[in-house]
């Protein structure tokens, strides 16, 4: 996969938290530039410190939380970053309307971006959504 | 002599294999021998089109008792 991978995550449940976060740091871990871009309910589960546990939408994300051994997506998007290198970005749009400072994030979570910027960058490469 | 690592992953989901082996690549020596224990299905062929697409060396890869063993060596 040599062609540029880039991420957008809106949603805040546990299916697709966990999705994006499983293709993130597979193709980090493979060799492709990763970039995810966290806006709407995605974002606040990336404030320092905070552990909320993202709500199963289906019976998979039940079966998930039953289920010991899955790795926790914050866990992997923090290896997609730090092993992979690949960019975490939080929406500077969303850190506005949460009235959250980007020093408030976790520390493997990149500079707030536009969105406009992030799909300038996008047209380089594949564009998935959470 | 070079070491033979093994790192147990058995009863963890992917991608939970796979990252605990490229968490101990990156630590190990070139030449090192990795095993790594899995119970996750998925292990058997996504760790081999891993190793392949970043060049390391796959050495052996075989299913005891519902456990995969796969040795790899770290190429570079």
Redesign the interface.
């Given at each position: 996969m040599a062609q540029d991978l880039f991420i957008i995550c809106v949603s805040g449940t546990r299916e697709k938290l966990q999705m994006a976060a499983?293709v993130a740091?597979?193709a980090a871990?493979?060799?492709t530039r990763v970039s995810v871009f966290f806006s709407m309910n995605a974002l606040a589960y990336f404030v320092k410190g905070d552990a909320t546990e993202a709500p199963a939408e289906g019976h998979f994300g039940e079966l998930m939380e039953k289920?010991?051994?899955?790795?926790p997506f914050r866990q992997?998007f923090k290896?997609a970053a730090e092993?992979g290198d690949a960019r975490l970005l939080p929406c500077s749009m969303a850190l506005d309307l949460l009235q959250i400072e980007d020093s408030a994030l976790e520390p493997e979570l990149g500079p707030p971006t536009g969105l406009t910027l992030f799909l300038s960058d996008a047209e380089s490469g594949q564009l998935l959504s959470f | 002599m070079s070491e033979t690592k093994v790192i147990d992953a058995r009863d963890t989901f992917c991608p939970g294999p796979l990252m605990e082996l490229i968490t101990y690549m990156k630590q190990a020596n070139v030449g090192d021998t990795l095993e790594l224990l899995s119970t996750d299905k998925g292990t058997a062929s996504d760790v081999p089109e891993w190793i392949n697409k970043v060049g390391h060396e796959m050495i052996s890869s075989e299913k005891v008792d519902e456990v995969w063993h796969i040795k790899v060596r770290k190429a570079k």
């Open positions: 499983m740091s597979v871990a493979g060799g289920t010991k051994g899955v790795p992997l290896l092993l | -």
